[in-house]
């Protein structure tokens, strides 16, 4: 196949930012939702357990934390695109809540719980971070989250009695631990992502190349009926319109009559061989009347019309149809396309065999032949993710099935193609 169409590169884009914008989506609800349960965790903790001292203030700063909480799920209702550039610092203002709500309730005394309790919200923060699907950005927010833990324990050891070092570090290390899984977490959640992004690229590349394939074909199909069969039938139709009474030629010349005759028979068997090809491309009855072997006979015929000499070999070939025929018959066609297209070879090897429970397709020719590096496997797939299906298409339809499909540079010049297949029992299909 060609390059990516336009078209095409406009669908893959729009699939990807779709696929994106979607999970993006789902991953600012998810932080709102955190982020709303930290805000009631603050309003509660302030609430039943206020500190001894700076009460008020520590009240006004979880008011304020909590308005920014709402104001932010207001705006993701309404704007959503706004919040998502938000998003990026929002885990900062909430460090930068906790932590100071911490450092205020630890001006207490012994009494009060306040900052102890505070400090458990650092927890959530390193997972809100995870929800934005940048391990980038989980990981610069882990980073001063434990250290503004750290650093909020530490404040708020007098608070608690003098908490032992021992504790404040043990604590420290299971948030350090917490953080490190938020940020493993979201290498997994955007790998995923990218992944469904993909697929769904490669879904809409596939479309895509459908519709161009069946447009080729429909052009192909009407270019071999214009500039072929219907040729014929006009240059028959002609030469009985010769014959007509009408055109003062009947009778008069019998040989003329034998000649005009002549040219009409072999135009209507141009013809006749010209349909017959066009319909075996399009729907192989031999294949399901008669198997592989049969229809490999009918798909060489326009490489021997080219000049090219043809040799099929299918006596290692069992008699009668197999599950795999479709299969094989479909590489077997993309294959000596791509020879007509692109080998220029004056001769074509075609084996079909199967043993020991496995069917193999050999097609070696004496074209240009094809180079190392673009008969690797890697390559190829990059083609095929570039949108250049052809022989990629059927080497995947190829593996599905528990084969392979290997091309590469013939040992005196030209290309050999081996495609393996098991051989499925009749019951399945080889599609």
């Not at 911490?102 to 995870?130: C, H, K, Q, Y």
């Not at 009926?225 to 030469?239: F, K, M, S, T």
Request: proline share 4%.
């Amino acid at each position: 196949m060609g390059d990516v169409t336009p078209g095409a590169a406009g669908v893959e884009a729009s699939a990807i930012r779709n696929v994106m914008a979607e999970h993006a989506s789902r991953g600012l609800q998810v932080q709102a939702m955190l982020r709303m349960l930290l805000a009631l965790f603050v309003i509660g903790v302030v609430a039943f357990d206020p500190p001894v001292n700076n009460e008020a203030a520590t009240v006004a700063v979880a008011v304020l934390y909590a308005a920014w909480c709402v104001l932010l799920h207001t705006v993701l209702l309404r704007r959503p695109r706004l919040v998502g550039r938000l998003a990026v610092i929002s885990p900062f203002v909430d460090m930068l809540a906790l932590t100071v709500l911490a450092v205020l309730a630890s001006r207490s005394n012994v009494e009060s719980w306040t900052s102890d309790i505070l400090i458990a919200g650092f927890a959530l923060i390193p997972v809100i971070a995870a929800t934005q699907l940048s391990p980038a950005v989980s990981a610069v927010v882990a980073v001063p989250t434990v250290v503004v833990y750290f650093l909020a324990s530490v404040a708020g050891r007098v608070a608690n009695g003098r908490e032992p070092w021992s504790s404040i570090l043990l604590r420290t290390g299971v948030i350090a631990a917490l953080c490190l899984g938020s940020v493993w977490l979201s290498r997994i959640q955007r790998s995923r992502v990218d992944t469904i992004a993909a697929l769904a690229r490669d879904r809409s590349l596939l479309l895509d190349e459908v519709l161009q394939i069946e447009a080729r074909e429909r052009g192909l199909l009407a270019e071999s009926l214009h500039d072929g069969a219907l040729q014929y039938v006009l240059a028959a139709r002609q030469e009985l319109g010769d014959l007509h009474p009408e055109s003062g030629r009947i009778g008069m010349n019998g040989a003329t009559t034998v000649g005009t005759l002549g040219r009409v028979d072999d135009a209507l068997r141009q013809t006749t061989a010209l349909l017959r090809t066009t319909l075996t491309g399009l729907h192989p009855a031999a294949l399901e009347q008669h198997g592989l072997a049969a229809a490999l006979d009918d798909a060489v015929k326009p490489l021997s019309a080219n000049g090219v000499q043809v040799l099929v070999d299918t006596a290692g070939w069992p008699a009668g149809t197999t599950a795999v025929d479709q299969l094989l018959f479909a590489t077997a066609r993309e294959l000596l396309q791509n020879v007509v297209k692109h080998a220029r070879a004056g001769r074509v090897e075609v084996t079909a065999e199967c043993g020991d429970g496995q069917a193999r397709l050999v097609i070696v020719d004496d074209g240009v032949g094809i180079s190392e590096a673009a008969a690797d496997p890697e390559r190829q797939a990059a083609r095929l993710r570039d949108g250049h299906l052809g022989l990629i298409s059927r080497r995947v339809r190829l593996e599905a099935q528990g084969g392979a499909l290997s091309i590469g540079p013939a040992p005196n010049g030209g290309t050999v193609a081996i495609a393996l297949v098991p051989m499925l029992p009749v019951n399945e299909t080889g599609h």
